[in-house]
């Protein structure tokens, strides 16, 4: 008897080392490919495209800016509960941006997807 329950302890082990190695990753994935780079913004940033049919809302005051960095030139703010028409997004400084056009104030621009309450837009620029 102690045989077997040694050799079930041993098959129970094995078994969980398996599962573990398939197991997905403690860490979060991104919601978009390139949610986790960072890349160099250029300002301004005219490589976008009226692609999206969404809508989302800013989780607080958000600049709207003339690129995909903070060191670009803020054109707007959006204010939350302002609706915004979302375009497209891209890769950008810290992550990933939507370019949008706040239909309260006409103003037009990219806002980092981490300020949209819906992570912004789904469709690449």
Known sequence: MRTTIK??????AIAVS????LAPS????????GAGVSVQAVCPNTNWRDADS?????TG???IRTGTGTNCTAVGQ???GHLLDMHCYTEGDGGTWSHVRDTVTGKQGWIKDSLLQ???SFVHC
């Not at 050799?7 to 129970?12: I, K, P």
């Not at 398996?18 to 190695?21: D, P, R």
């Open 7 to 12: 050799s079930l302890a041993a098959v129970a």
């Open 118 to 120: 819906n992570a912004g």
């Open 61 to 63: 005051a958000a600049n």
């Open 26 to 33: 403690a860490v979060a994935e991104p919601d978009k490919p």
């Open 78 to 80: 959006a204010q939350r």
């Open 54 to 58: 969404r809508t989302d809302h800013s």
């Open 18 to 21: 398996a599962l573990v190695s």
